[in-house]
């Protein structure tokens, strides 16, 4: 398996293969928005890399179908997944970061103040409801693979 995943990475192919992934998941409105609000309900900024990738990888997984290994692992979107998630997630830690300073400066009841707060509450709102759908999704898979064995194989 390593040997063909090798053999694919130096293939010439690759490289087009993986920025193919990349424009695909910038015109992934969904995904895009969940990287965003990741990184901007990241406190620090080098969480945000870490977290915006793997709420790539888990948006793709709920799209993606699970019979196959490459289906799962796709050897080009991994790197597409990694990298364009990571900087999704930058790019909304620094948004976040503009509109607290520029909200901050404004006086209490300004339009900016209640446009930042109120995307807040919606951020972490989506955020909340997305992860109870991935816990009961991994639950409810788990639970089918557990008492069907024979899908699997």
Request: proline letters at 5%; a positive charge; one cysteine or more.
């Amino acid at each position: 398996m390593f040997e063909h995943i090798w053999r694919s990475i130096h293939s010439p192919g690759y490289f087009p293969n993986v920025l193919e992934w990349m424009i695909n998941i910038l015109l992934n409105p969904f995904m895009v928005i969940m990287c965003l609000m990741v990184g901007a309900l990241a406190g620090k900024w080098w969480r945000a890399i870490p977290y915006g990738s793997l709420i790539c990888y888990v948006v793709f997984l709920s799209r993606s179908s699970f019979y196959r290994w490459g289906s799962i692992f796709p050897e080009a979107g991994l790197p597409a997944l990694l990298i364009d998630g990571a900087l999704l997630a930058l790019l909304g830690f620094y948004l976040k970061g503009v509109l607290r300073t520029r909200s901050e400066a404004k006086p209490e009841g300004h339009w900016l103040r209640w446009l930042y707060q109120s995307l807040k509450v919606v951020m972490l709102t989506v955020m909340g409801m997305f992860w109870v759908l991935v816990v009961l999704f991994v639950v409810t898979f788990t639970v089918s693979v557990a008492t069907q064995p024979s899908v699997v194989h």
